[in-house]
């Protein structure tokens, strides 16, 4: 019985909650024709993440190489 109110109260309080429908907006946003790529499309927040994983990327490539000739140089001195 205790579970019953449980499940009764989500429910009832959930149907309380009215949410304003937005994806006729936003697929109007990601399928206009404005020459910017879809991933970057979303606004600043897009363009950020978009930023840093770039730069993690290109640090990350960088970083790999100097080790593999770092452990290049150590692998010929012995």
């Given amino acids: 019985q205790g579970l019953r109110q449980i499940s ?10 009215q949410f304003e429908n937005r994806v006729p907006e936003k697929q109007k946003l990601f ?3 404005n020459g910017i790529p879809v991933h970057l499309k979303g ?4 363009a950020l993440l978009y930023r840093v994983t770039m730069g993690l990327t290109v640090f990350g490539k960088a970083y790999s190489k100097i080790l593999i000739l770092w452990y290049n140089f150590q ?4």
Wanted: glycine share 4%.
């Fill in 8 to 17: 009764q109260r989500t429910i009832s309080t959930a149907s309380r909650r």
């Fill in 31 to 33: 399928q206009e024709d």
């Fill in 43 to 46: 606004g600043v927040m897009d």
């Fill in 75 to 78: 692998c010929n001195i012995e």
